[in-house]
């Protein structure tokens, strides 16, 4: 590996660290206990733990000690997620979670049983490992990645027209502050 890959493989993995304290500073500190910063910092975390996965395998680690892959799972379904829930609790703080929201967790809670099993399964030398290693890596890696390529851009459009119609509302109703802008998010 070259210096500038090693860099920017160093830079990531000290971002990673940095979102790690962060989230935790979020949601422990009463002075930040709004929902939108609970969400804010579960979305922190997850993309923290999702980018040390990505430096694991790129290391090596992975294929060294091939537990750390059922441990270090991408956190891709739970991202797109917590971070919609982050701009609605943001945009409107006195938002209550439903029950059809909570199903949008499921997805993410399938991929947590699915790499805990395999933890499992590996932890105990079990052979199974090896006679669905084909399916499990179909499973893993491609089903994954599409179904959380599909969510992302299922959530993205949501979040952008959440913001849009936020900002319209804002400007139509309230003159005096029509320089205001959340544009940021």
């Given at each position: 590996?070259?210096?500038?890959?090693?860099?920017?493989?160093?830079?990531?993995m000290?971002?990673?660290l940095?979102g790690?304290f962060?989230?935790?500073?979020?949601?422990s500190k009463?002075?930040?206990?709004r929902k939108?910063n609970?969400?804010?910092a579960i979305?922190?975390?997850?993309?923290s733990l999702?980018?040390?996965?990505?430096?694991a395998h790129?290391?090596g680690l992975v294929k060294?000690?091939?537990?750390?892959n059922y441990?270090?799972?991408p956190?891709?379904?739970l991202?797109?997620?917590v971070?919609?829930?982050?701009t609605?609790y943001?945009?409107?703080p006195?938002?209550?979670?439903?029950?059809a929201?909570?199903?949008?967790f499921l997805?993410?809670?399938?991929?947590?049983?699915?790499?805990i099993?395999l933890?499992?399964?590996?932890?105990?030398d079990s052979?199974?490992l090896?006679?669905?290693?084909?399916l499990i890596?179909l499973?893993d890696?491609k089903?994954?990645?599409v179904?959380?390529l599909?969510i992302?851009l299922l959530?993205?459009?949501l979040?952008?027209k959440?913001i849009?119609n936020?900002?319209?509302n804002?400007?139509?109703?309230?003159?005096?502050?029509?320089?205001?802008?959340?544009?940021?998010l």
């Amino acid at each position: 590996m070259d210096l500038l890959i090693k860099t920017v493989i160093l830079v990531i993995m000290m971002g990673s660290l940095q979102g790690i304290f962060l989230s935790f500073i979020l949601a422990s500190k009463n002075q930040f206990k709004r929902k939108s910063n609970i969400y804010l910092a579960i979305f922190i975390l997850a993309f923290s733990l999702s980018n040390l996965h990505y430096v694991a395998h790129i290391f090596g680690l992975v294929k060294q000690y091939s537990w750390i892959n059922y441990l270090t799972f991408p956190w891709t379904f739970l991202i797109p997620i917590v971070f919609y829930f982050f701009t609605k609790y943001l945009l409107n703080p006195n938002y209550q979670l439903t029950k059809a929201n909570k199903w949008l967790f499921l997805p993410f809670a399938a991929q947590g049983i699915f790499h805990i099993a395999l933890f499992f399964l590996d932890f105990f030398d079990s052979p199974l490992l090896a006679t669905y290693k084909d399916l499990i890596f179909l499973l893993d890696i491609k089903l994954e990645t599409v179904f959380s390529l599909l969510i992302n851009l299922l959530f993205i459009p949501l979040i952008y027209k959440m913001i849009h119609n936020y900002e319209v509302n804002l400007k139509d109703n309230y003159s005096e502050i029509s320089q205001s802008s959340i544009q940021w998010l």
